[in-house]
């Protein structure tokens, strides 16, 4: 089955940008989701179709995807964004949704 | 408003059996992908099974042949009758509607998840 790698972890100041990167074969020809969870929380949506935010998600939250890295992309880190952010694509082959492990973001 | 409300989580031993229910408002479950998805302790997001309308339920291979996902309309509730339980079923399992475009498919809304534990 289609394979998601995100990098397990992710430290960034107040006030700088965080990048956070969801790595598969080709993942530039599907099509990316991103889902928040904060602690003890559901995921929430924050991105979908690589680029979209859902009513309510601030525009510092941006996506990006193309070749074999898809990208969220948070602009002027609050406290607030420490989260849990994964990414999720479906995997045609399998006819199932296939989810990353998981990036745990820190506000330093 | 779209609220999803699971309950049935509790503590098990190997081998036995529980049903999760999800009570949906704000939307029909039956013409929506109702999907259960799982997260175990300190672990990934990982998708247990998904029932959409009049079609067939599909389950990851993980829980095929052990769980069933199924609906009562009139309560706008979906369900997941999980049988012969493994210590590596325990988990956080939610319920979240799904929305698909054909290969385009994501996860909208989601419930507070309820805590399965399988002891050996």
């Known amino acids: 089955s289609y394979v998601l790698t995100q990098p397990p972890s992710l430290s960034v100041a107040p006030g700088k940008t965080a990048r956070i990167t969801c790595g598969g074969n080709d993942i530039g020809s599907k099509t990316v989701h991103w889902y928040q969870q904060k602690p003890g929380q559901a995921p929430v949506l924050v991105i979908y179709?690589?680029?979209d935010r859902p009513s309510g998600i601030p525009k510092r939250f941006s996506g990006s995807n193309s070749g074999n890295t898809a990208a969220l992309t948070i602009s002027r880190v609050e406290a607030g964004d420490e989260a849990d952010y994964h990414c999720q694509v479906w995997d045609s082959s399998s006819d199932h949704p296939v989810f990353g492990g998981g990036t745990k973001l820190t506000v330093l | 408003e779209v609220q999803l409300v699971e309950s049935g989580g509790g503590l098990v031993q190997a081998g036995g059996s529980l049903t999760l229910s999800c009570a949906a408002s704000g939307f029909s479950v039956f013409n929506n992908y109702m999907t259960w998805v799982r997260q175990a302790p300190g672990k990934g997001l990982e998708w247990v099974s998904v029932?959409?309308?009049?079609?067939?339920?599909d389950y990851a291979d993980s829980v095929k042949g052990r769980f069933t996902i199924f609906r009562y309309s009139p309560k706008n509730t979906v369900s997941l009758l999980m049988n012969s339980l493994r210590p590596d079923d325990t988990a956080l399992y939610y319920c979240?509607?799904?929305?698909?475009?054909?290969?385009?498919?994501?996860?909208?809304?989601w419930g507070q998840g309820t805590l399965v534990t399988v002891s050996s």
């Open positions: 979240a509607r799904g929305r698909r475009d054909g290969y385009n498919y994501f996860f909208d809304y």
């Open positions: 029932l959409y309308g009049g079609g067939s339920p």
């Open positions: 179709y690589d680029s």
